[in-house]
């Protein structure tokens, strides 16, 4: 979920190391001049504007009420939808970029996310409505994205000169596991296969964990592995945390998904511990890249932003796992140790949304239309009230996450809180796409 800007402005007082600078490029060998990378940043760029899309939908349609009103649709759209095509945009860039690799063809990933996108909508239209066929096409068409996304981020990078980042990879695959998991899951609840008062009891708590856990929040915590360094211009390196992280949140996840669908307690509290200690892991990983941080020079509003954003994302990460783990161990492999609504705040909003909105404000004036006249005007869109907009958004998830648990009075709050700031943030998006440089004609 992102590139840099350095290559524009933007630059510590020491260099970019190479780990860094192999980041910035899009695609393709930097220094193989044939390599055309037009497409490459026009795919990522489409990815980025359909995520910032259906998260607005779902904005919409958590305020309106529309699908008959609950959370299932609003969370649908932003995660299945924005996070969703976000991650079938962005994934395969990161592999080829890491390995040194031209990328996959841009119809094939453009057909990853339509797939996507196309699945996301027929499954929002179907599922409220009871018109199953379309819901089954839906997932299908869901799982076939998830397969070329797979395709275009591996298949590619097999043939890179550059060095192999094996645990981002590794992380990348199980996510992509995950997820198909996940939507095998749901095709059966649909399909009739198992009954909402019967086998789905069980298999309603692992759809969620494989989709949020072992999917999306495996993709984004995989992606910080690298990205955060980026961000912070501070170094790539190995640790043992890595594997940690991988591991814990990669196989931790269908180990609890697993215990409850058979109704093992032993599995599903295993599962949650291995899973908290992946994101104590990732603590651990941001924690080192930031003690060796660049100091940047310029845009300091952007950089506050893009910086905090990721920063708060990997705090709420750790509050979200602890909150799941404590309902498994507590409720073993019972339905009651999954609840929703305490989810949200952290792990919805404070991590995986405000990831989504950190990388985009990072990655934009990297991939978006113009020369680094327009980019500098980008990145100074992007950090309009970077403090305020910071603190509101991490406010308005403690109120949702404390809501869960006490007054609903302050889930509505901080729901209004985090909607203003999302709204602003999407303005800014759109805004940013259409600035003009100084100089510029």
Not at 138 to 157: D, E, H, K, N
């Amino acid at each position: 979920m992102g590139g840099s800007a350095a290559a524009d402005a933007d630059v510590p007082f020491a260099p970019p190391p190479p780990a860094v600078r192999q980041l910035i490029s899009l695609g393709g060998v930097p220094e193989r001049g044939s390599v055309d990378r037009g497409p490459e940043r026009r795919v990522v760029l489409l990815g980025i504007v359909g995520a910032a899309g259906f998260v607005a939908a779902s904005a919409i349609a958590f305020v309106t009420g529309f699908g008959g009103g609950g959370s299932w649709l609003p969370l649908h759209l932003a995660l299945a939808g924005g996070a969703g095509l976000a991650i079938a945009a962005l994934l395969p860039h990161f592999t080829v970029s890491l390995a040194a690799a031209h990328p996959a063809p841009a119809r094939a990933r453009l057909a990853a996310e339509a797939c996507i996108a196309a699945g996301v909508v027929a499954v929002a239209v179907g599922f409220p409505t009871g018109a199953n066929l379309v819901t089954l096409l839906g997932a299908g068409a869901y799982l076939a994205g998830i397969v070329i996304s797979a395709g275009t981020a591996f298949i590619p990078a097999r043939a890179g000169l550059g060095r192999r980042f094996g645990v981002i990879e590794a992380a990348y695959g199980l996510a992509l596991v995950n997820a198909a998991a996940a939507v095998v899951l749901a095709m059966l609840r649909v399909g009739g296969a198992v009954t909402p008062g019967g086998a789905w009891l069980g298999l309603k708590p692992a759809h969620a964990w494989l989709n949020l856990v072992g999917f999306l929040s495996l993709v984004v915590a995989g992606t910080l592995i690298h990205l955060y360094p980026t961000v912070v211009g501070s170094r790539i390196r190995s640790r043992p945390a890595l594997l940690v992280v991988v591991a814990g949140i990669g196989l931790g996840a269908p180990c609890t998904a697993i215990g409850y669908a058979v109704g093992s307690a032993v599995l599903t509290i295993a599962g949650s511990v291995a899973v908290m200690a992946g994101a104590a892991g990732l603590a651990v990983v941001a924690t080192g890249a930031w003690s060796g941080r660049g100091r940047w020079t310029t845009d300091p509003d952007w950089h506050r932003l893009t910086i905090g954003h990721l920063t708060a994302a990997v705090a709420w990460f750790g509050i979200g796992t602890l909150i799941l783990a404590t309902g498994v161990v507590l409720n073993g492999a019972g339905p009651a140790g999954w609840s929703l609504p305490r989810v949200v705040g952290p792990i919805v909003i404070g991590w995986a949304i405000q990831a989504l909105i950190g990388s985009w404000s990072h990655l934009l004036p990297s991939v978006g239309p113009g020369d680094a006249a327009r980019h500098a005007a980008q990145r100074r869109e992007l950090g309009r009230w970077a403090t305020a907009r910071l603190v509101a958004w991490n406010i308005g998830a403690g109120l949702v996450a404390t809501g869960a648990f006490g007054p609903a009075w302050l889930g509505i709050a901080g729901a209004a809180v985090v909607g203003t700031v999302l709204l602003g943030s999407i303005v800014l998006l759109g805004r940013a796409l259409v600035v003009r440089g100084a100089g510029s004609g």
